[in-house]
């Protein structure tokens, strides 16, 4: 099992940038994902890459705003994210596909879960 830590949440203002890290314990050889949980809602989808980098998807809520990119020298999958909004707070996951290619939003055909890491955005 692979271990995914994410990092770089923080508080910031409508508007702000910021860049998410999600860093795997090993090699991955897989696609990538990063959902989002906001207090009293479910865990959504918000963007996925496939294990080359050539195929993303994102949300409808992100589409332009933010960017999922990935450093497969280092284990690493980024989230830019720019533009932030208040409906963008929530608790960003990293998540490991069990397949080379998927990047759909089916939070089922992601095995490997990170811990997590908060995002708040004030008005």
């Known amino acids: 099992q692979v271990q995914l830590v994410e990092s770089g949440g923080g508080l910031v203002q409508a508007g702000d940038s910021l860049r998410l890290s999600c860093t795997a314990s090993?090699?991955?050889?897989?696609?990538m994902g990063w959902f989002r949980q906001a207090p009293g809602k479910e865990r959504e989808f918000v963007a996925a890459?496939?294990?080359?980098?050539?195929?993303?998807n994102y949300a409808d809520s992100v589409k332009g705003r933010f960017t999922i990119s990935r450093d497969n020298a280092k284990n690493t999958v980024y989230l830019q994210m720019n533009s932030l909004k208040p409906e963008d707070t929530a608790i960003y996951y990293c998540?490991?596909?069990?397949?080379?290619?998927?990047?759909?939003?089916?939070?089922?055909?992601?095995?490997?879960w990170g811990q997590g890491t908060q995002v708040t955005v004030s008005s």
């Open positions: 090993g090699r991955t050889f897989s696609s």
């Open positions: 998540a490991r596909s069990q397949s080379f290619y998927y990047t759909g939003a089916n939070a089922n055909e992601y095995r490997d």
């Open positions: 890459i496939s294990l080359g980098g050539g195929t993303t």
